[in-house]
């Protein structure tokens, strides 16, 4: 099983979600997250002086897969995710030893 | 009240035994020793009514938002707590002997200082009428504790994020006595500046040049914030901030219009003029921001706000609605430009910027009453044969004076309290905040 | 009126039909039947006007975010929303019923209860003087209108986060009607603890006593909040419970000072007396947590600021400044004990402190009024030959009556109400929070 | 005021030059030319000065949380600035010339505009009384100034989270000139509307309807926020919202009752119609959501009350407390229904449902004047021989005129807004949100 | 050694930390998140519209134990957490390469 | 390629990124949690009644580097976030199995 996370913008979220939806990914996990990369943060001016913000508010979503299916839930994320923008974020995919069902004790794939 | 008020008491010899027979002496001399001939207006007596309730309303929680706004999330709690504390300290002080201080009967002294003959309320019959006044001297005296309410209030935003909670208690107290009582007394108790004819309608020199000019006073002894001026953060809460800004200008109309003591013209020209003044320079600060950065901030017009106010306040009573314009085009420039000097450019961390625009407010709008209260332009007129220059002369002694006494005053006091209890947390606690380390609670739990 | 009134109805005994013939008369009678003899003062009708805005001001938005604040941000909306309808509930019971039941005439039953005659303010002129007022009498009904809206507000402290919706409207509408209306009329409507000479003059009985005696009864039939004391939160936004305190204590001057239902040295007292007890009580309590845990803490000082304006609510009319100050020492310490006692120790779970605060406190001031009311402790005096024990005996009477009143019949309602919709919303809405699963809301959406 | 005020000046014709020549001649004629013979009533000033900053309040901040509350979180700023800059805005303009338009000397053109001669205050003194009241116009022009202020910041809720922030201001400046100075100089001014015995007491022609219909033809020309309405979120702070409501019904007491310009029984009953329609129809909301849907909102119930205290607006005058209570219960059924129509079935996505509430609300208010106003009907009666009937014809003649004005001026000003400015941002920044790309700061640094 | 994250129910949270405290777990780590799975969310009304809010409030709780630990930990979390009902939440878990202690610098077991 | 995850104080989160920067770390996601460990919480007193807040606020910085960058990121990280206190956090790291940038559909360390 894989466990894959995915920085996006958070404007994405409802398309990223509707797509893995629809190519029957039953769950996942969504964190309000920050983040600092070649997207630049933004300035705010208060009385005069400025401040630099430098991180940009992202969303991280995480699904725990069957490995069979990491190409298929990278790439629909990709396609659901993507503007086409500096800042359109990362997938990133670790290998998950194991799950469990808390309601139920299933555990491995029947777990998801 | 023979024998209770020391005619020639001054602040620093006034003891604690005078003050407990002062204390006791209430409930032996429920009968006032003067008969009160004035008559209570009922209409005036409303309307100031309903002004204490509105200066009330600045403070708490006015300023308290407003301030609150505009720190860290993790300082919110104990900027809220620096208001309210205040607030009731000096309420209590006021009827202690802060009032007397101010607007009793001073005697020999009476140039300098109030006597002690009105402390705890002594020596006034329930229903007598305050000279010179259509009001029980009740609400004079309630109506005049909201000015002594928000003034030490004000400079809360100076030592924000820093200062000592036991500190703030101490340094307000002592200076409600020690500067806002003598000013108050010179200007408005009967005192030597209104003598020579200052003209300070609702407290440019009393309330926001002492405040003010005390602010940074105080900063220079108690330091910066730590990483000031390199790593600030922006407000926390700009909706706080102009929720407390909107009730600032709310409450203003009880300030300045209040100050008229009666419900007619003049009381409504007053508003009106605040509020052209206050809108004016929203508008101007505003505008310097767009040009200069791009982006209108609310933060930066509800300060335009408080500088059209604070600069208006002094001369809300003797101005005209196109003064009132020119005015508030003024404050908006000038508080900008002094922000902008005092913070940005000689990193002087009065991090709420209160004597940019308290104190270069209320300095600002005391001499230009000198120009635009002459009735050649729309003002009410400075007197008989009294011009332009000779009042702005007068009216720069005021200031001069206001500023010296607050100074030198308020950096005794702050070296006292130093001294005595330490100003500031210890740079852990402030790291961590102040409202978790010096209060125990946070500000949001959501 | 004749027809419409029924002399000898009493509460129970109202009928739906009754209530429909007033509803029409209205249509039907637009002469009064009284012609006015005493005459409109435009100077107190400016002030109640005012003093009526304020007292509104106190619920709305005041005690919903006081109360807001306090609980976890998965219940705040319905707090607001207990608040809100309750205010709207009563606001529309006190014109179709209460009114009349307090301030009616009650013919034979005058010692117990008013009558119909003035319900759907049937029988008044639109320009009528209400007697023994200078006040038109359509302002004196909206002024102790918005009395009869905090007072069962107050009650919301005692059940958040746990009652029914539903449970709710329905307790407060039979409360508004059985507990307040009577009292309400025995105290102020001429009823037989005014007869006694019962001194309250803005609702230490009345709005203090009721509410937080009914709220202690209420919760012991309710029952404890799921997890307490083990498992308890601290106030999720303590910033708006300051806010809400501080608007409190300013709309606190109409309640007070309004009650003077004139604008006079009467009203001025009751400010400034109101004043001075919130600060010293603010004061007192952040000193005893200062003492005791180390860290004053900013709901600490604020719950102080109620204890005192609670307190010094019966006295208000009736006691000068340093009583003042004495009675607002008096509410800090012991309002501060009895939180200690009755949430922390006795294990009562009256969540929000209703009865420490406004019951204890109401009571407290009550008694105090005989002392402090005494011309020889600065107070206004207590009539001819009336010793400071003659009145306390009488103040005694008139909390006993309160509270046993009060005891009684809200344990009646809570048990009725309990049985015809249930007072508790079940296990599981109340872990989600009453927001989401009362009101399909979520409070912050950040 | 010779050679100062042009008699036939129209909006379009007002010149530059002319203005210029006002400003000046402030200076140059302090001395009115009109000699007051009316005297000052003390009771009435107060009470009105008490009722301009009750109104103040009801926009800042009342207006703004109740709108700020509800967009998403990263567009609660630009609400709160619009507001806020709407209300600066307005003042000044007001004091320029849009007074002067509403309710100076339109000579000739009486019946349609007021003439320049009040532009920049000129031609009043500063004591002088306003005609056929008993106030210091001073005090007449800053209340009805905070009518000029909230009416163009209505219009806000329809508009929010698309629209760039220069043309809200310009949007804003035209349509005060435009839409609010006639219809307002109409009704109030002297007019046309006033002449055929028009009946809107506080505004439900002058303040909701204008801009309740001006609301949905800006949208219409604006278009719909990007993913409207499949898309959307609930309102980001539901305590936000109360907390501007509450704070708009209490002002709403200064809107209405202090329309009387009477400290006097005429603004008490209209306080307590006012009320009642207010409470009435947010138990009317409440109610319908339970029934329709499980589960009463917050923010449904605080709706209804804003449609509650618009729809008795008109009438807060004319009506007795019954006929508010079903002027609050027609309220809340009609506006609930028109809020479903319009931007749920018809899909326009007036955001804040701004003609919905306020638009219907006014308007359905003004026509139950006729109704309710009527003696017979518990009202204040409509006059010598005016029946039901004719009064509803003229109280419909009104709204037609309102209406259509209204709506052709506001397309015409958004058209020329949109060409002049461009009216919306660009996609990316509403996505992004208004708070960050328009005005630099971000609502909740936690 | 592993890296224990669970999703669980946020009223779960208080049980779960004294569950794991109780068999000698000495730190952890915990996030809001927001989830999406069988328990649906919850539909919000404002004004006759109807909002679908689509994810549920959870709470992540992630423990470093070592790898022997990871059975008696995975089935305390799970007694903890459970109520039976639907949307009671997943535990996860991948291999942890290495873990530091920041403080002293040490690492492996040690760190945690 | 390794995801490297640390639990941080959050005053040390400026100095941190700076350091991270420094050696040319191009990008990193932060997230706010609350840690229990060594570090007590604290006691809030609210009228007279004690809570115990047992978590402490801190920040959780994930980067994904190439495998060879691991210890200079971790030594980094350790250097930035070091106060000495009790409660200066830990870092994890674990094996990333594959990464994409969304933006231009890249894999592997050239995503990073
Ligand atoms: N090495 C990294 N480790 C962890 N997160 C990263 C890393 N690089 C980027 N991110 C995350 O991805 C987001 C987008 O990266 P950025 O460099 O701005 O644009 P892009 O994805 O188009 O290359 C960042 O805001 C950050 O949250
Ligand atoms: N495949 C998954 N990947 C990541 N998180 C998941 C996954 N499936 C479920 N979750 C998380 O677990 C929570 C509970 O799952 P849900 O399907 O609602 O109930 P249950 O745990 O009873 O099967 C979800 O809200 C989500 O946070
Ligand atoms: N076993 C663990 N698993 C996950 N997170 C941990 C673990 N131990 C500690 N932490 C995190 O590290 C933080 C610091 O740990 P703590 O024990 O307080 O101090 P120190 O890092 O100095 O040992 C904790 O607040 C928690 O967030």
Request: charged share 15%; aromatic share 10%.
């Given at each position: 099983m894989k466990l894959i996370s995915a920085i996006i913008k958070p404007h994405r979220l409802e398309a990223v979600r509707e797509a893995l939806t629809g190519i029957g990914v039953e769950g996942l996990t969504v964190t309000e997250v920050r983040g600092?990369?070649?997207?630049?943060?933004?300035?705010?001016?208060?009385?005069?002086?400025?401040?630099?913000?430098?991180?940009?508010?992202?969303?991280?979503?995480?699904?725990?897969?069957?490995?069979?299916?990491?190409?298929?839930?990278?790439?629909?994320?990709?396609?659901?995710?993507?503007?086409?923008?500096?800042?359109?974020?990362?997938?990133?995919?670790?290998?998950?030893?194991?799950?469990?069902?808390?309601?139920?004790?299933?555990?491995?794939?029947?777990?998801? | 009240m023979s024998g209770i008020a020391?005619?020639?008491?001054?602040?620093?010899?006034?003891?604690?035994?005078?003050?407990?027979?002062?204390?006791?002496?209430?409930?032996?001399?429920?009968?006032?020793?003067?008969?009160?001939?004035?008559?209570?207006?009922?209409?005036?007596?409303?309307?100031?009514?309903?002004?204490?309730?509105?200066?009330?309303?600045?403070?708490?929680?006015?300023?308290?938002l407003f301030y609150g706004g505009l720190v860290r999330s993790k300082n919110v709690l104990s900027v809220l707590m620096h208001c309210f504390a205040i607030a009731c300290l000096a309420s209590v002080l006021w009827l202690v002997v802060v009032y007397s201080l101010a607007f009793g009967d001073g005697g020999s002294l009476q140039s300098w200082i109030g006597g002690l003959n009105n402390a705890f309320f002594a020596g006034i019959g329930a229903g007598q009428v305050r000279a010179d006044t259509t009001l029980p001297e009740s609400v004079f005296f309630?109506?005049?504790?909201?000015?002594?309410?928000?003034?030490?209030?004000?400079?809360?935003?100076?030592?924000?994020?820093?200062?000592?909670?036991?500190?703030?208690?101490?340094?307000?107290?002592?200076?409600?006595?020690?500067?806002?009582?003598?000013?108050?007394?010179?200007?408005?108790?009967?005192?030597?500046?209104a003598g020579l004819g200052v003209k300070d309608f609702a407290g440019g020199l009393v309330v926001h040049a002492t405040a003010g000019t005390s602010a940074v006073v105080l900063v220079l002894v108690l330091g910066k914030r730590h990483g000031f001026p390199q790593d600030m953060h922006p407000p926390h809460s700009p909706g706080m901030v102009m929720m407390g800004a909107a009730m600032l200008w709310v409450g203003w109309f009880g300030f300045n219009a209040g100050s008229a003591l009666t419900a007619g013209a003049g009381a409504g020209m007053a508003l009106l003029v605040t509020h052209t003044s206050a809108a004016t320079a929203s508008l101007v600060w505003m505008t310097i921001e767009w040009v200069k950065g791009g982006k209108p901030s609310l933060v930066g017009m509800v300060t335009g706000t408080i500088a059209g106010l604070a600069t208006i306040t002094p001369a809300s009573g003797f101005v005209g609605p196109v003064g009132a314009l020119v005015i508030g085009l003024a404050a908006g420039i000038v508080c900008y430009g002094a922000v902008s000097l005092i913070r940005v450019r000689l990193k002087i961390d009065d991090s709420l910027d209160v004597f940019a625009v308290h104190g270069v407010g209320g300095i600002l709008g005391t001499l230009l009453?000198?120009?635009?209260?002459?009735?050649?332009?729309?003002?009410?007129?400075?007197?008989?044969?009294?011009?332009?220059?000779?009042?702005?002369?007068?009216?720069?002694?005021?200031?001069?004076?206001?500023?010296?006494?607050?100074?030198?005053?308020?950096?005794?006091?702050?070296?006292?309290?130093?001294?005595?209890?330490?100003?500031?947390?210890?740079?852990?606690?402030?790291?961590?905040?102040?409202?978790?380390?010096?209060?125990?609670?946070?500000?949001?739990?959501l």
């Open positions: 600092f990369g070649r997207q630049k943060g933004h300035t705010e001016i208060y009385r005069g002086a400025e401040y630099t913000v430098s991180f940009v508010p992202k969303i991280k979503i995480e699904v725990a897969v069957a490995s069979k299916l990491e190409d298929q839930v990278v790439q629909t994320i990709r396609e659901a995710a993507e503007t086409g923008e500096i800042g359109d974020g990362k997938v990133f995919v670790v290998d998950l030893s194991s799950a469990m069902r808390i309601r139920t004790g299933e555990t491995g794939e029947d777990a998801l | 020391n005619r020639s008491a001054v602040p620093f010899g006034l003891t604690l035994s005078t003050l407990f027979v002062a204390f006791f002496s209430v409930f032996l001399l429920a009968e006032p020793a003067l008969a009160a001939e004035a008559v209570v207006n009922g209409a005036d007596t409303a309307w100031i009514l309903t002004a204490t309730a509105l200066v009330l309303f600045m403070t708490l929680p006015g300023l308290a309630a109506f005049q504790m909201t000015f002594a309410i928000i003034t030490p209030a004000l400079i809360v935003g100076a030592f924000v994020e820093r200062m000592k909670f036991g500190a703030v208690l101490l340094f307000s107290a002592l200076w409600l006595i020690l500067v806002y009582a003598p000013v108050a007394h010179w200007v408005w108790g009967g005192g030597w500046l009453t000198a120009i635009f209260g002459a009735a050649s332009l729309g003002g009410m007129g400075l007197g008989e044969k009294v011009g332009i220059g000779d009042q702005l002369w007068v009216q720069a002694v005021g200031v001069i004076a206001t500023v010296a006494w607050s100074v030198v005053l308020t950096f005794v006091i702050a070296k006292a309290v130093g001294g005595i209890v330490g100003l500031r947390v210890d740079e852990r606690d402030e790291t961590e905040g102040l409202d978790l380390t010096a209060h125990g609670e946070t500000g949001y739990n």
